[in-house]
T-cell receptor
Framework: GESVGLHLPTLSVQEGDNSIINCAYS??????FIWYKQESGKGPQFIID?????DKRQGQRVTVLLNKTVKHLSLQIAATQPGDSAVYFC???????????FGAGTTVTVRA | DAGVIQSPRHEVTEMGQEVTLRCKPI?????LFWYRQTMMRGLELLIY????????DSGMPEDRFSAKMPNASFSTLKIQPSEPRDSAVYFC???????????FGPGTRLLVL
């Protein structure tokens, strides 16, 4: 039968490999970006953020890259582990706005 | 810091009953947000508060939904009467400043039979 609901992009990664999760944003006025991780049965958790005056920011095993020219954001996870299996959301904020706009999310599955 | 606290974690009720979801934001955070998450629609913003005042409730689906924030450490989301289509996970989030990172609670999983 026909499936309904959001069709989230999926990424299957071998344990130990690096993961790259992509996000396109639509508003050129967005100046603050956040990556969230949501594990099954839990709320979204903050991973890393970046402001529009930066192109790259690194955390522990994670790196966020921002390309404002093509309005693209990516999250790189080094040496992916089983605990990285989750849905990853990007969120953007337009300067001066109260709200964050969330993407649909990418499901990451780590293969042992 | 305990993070954002939500209760109950799970709620099963019958159609027509009143449901009240509760949230305690992170201390010192002036912004509080209520979201609903479903497979069909993803994460939807319902309403948000600044300094206990509702700023934008345009995401509230209909009059059956109401939210209050009587003080800086407590907010409620009420559904009366509840319907099966209200079944979803409801998240509360808080933020220390306008447009900044929002920190989410564990959510309340609501099932309306």
């Amino acid at each position: 039968g026909e499936s309904v609901g959001l069709h989230l992009p999926t990424l299957s990664v071998q344990e130990g490999d690096n993961s790259i999760i992509n996000c396109a944003y639509s508003n050129s006025a967005s100046d603050y970006f956040i990556w969230y991780k949501q594990e099954s049965g839990k709320g979204p958790q903050f991973i890393i953020d970046i402001r529009s005056n930066m192109d790259k920011r690194q955390g522990q095993r994670v790196t966020v890259l921002l390309n404002k020219t093509v309005k693209h954001l990516s999250l790189q996870i080094a040496a992916t582990q089983p605990g990285d299996s989750a849905v990853y959301f990007c969120a953007e904020n337009i300067q001066g706005d109260y709200k964050l706009s969330f993407g649909a999310g990418t499901t990451v599955t780590v293969r042992a | 810091d305990a993070g954002v606290i939500q209760s109950p974690r799970h709620e099963v009720t019958e159609m027509g009953q009143e449901v009240t979801l509760r949230c305690k934001p992170i201390s010192g955070h002036d912004y509080l947000f209520w979201y609903r998450q479903t497979m069909m629609r993803g994460l939807e913003l319902l309403i948000y508060f600044n300094n206990n005042v509702p700023i934008d409730d345009s995401g509230m689906p209909e009059d059956r939904f109401s939210a209050k924030m009587p003080n800086a450490s407590f907010s409620t989301l009420k559904i009366q009467p509840s319907e099966p289509r209200d079944s979803a996970v409801y998240f509360c989030a808080s933020s220390w400043a306008r447009g900044e990172t929002q920190y989410f609670g564990p959510g309340t999983r609501l099932l309306v039979l």
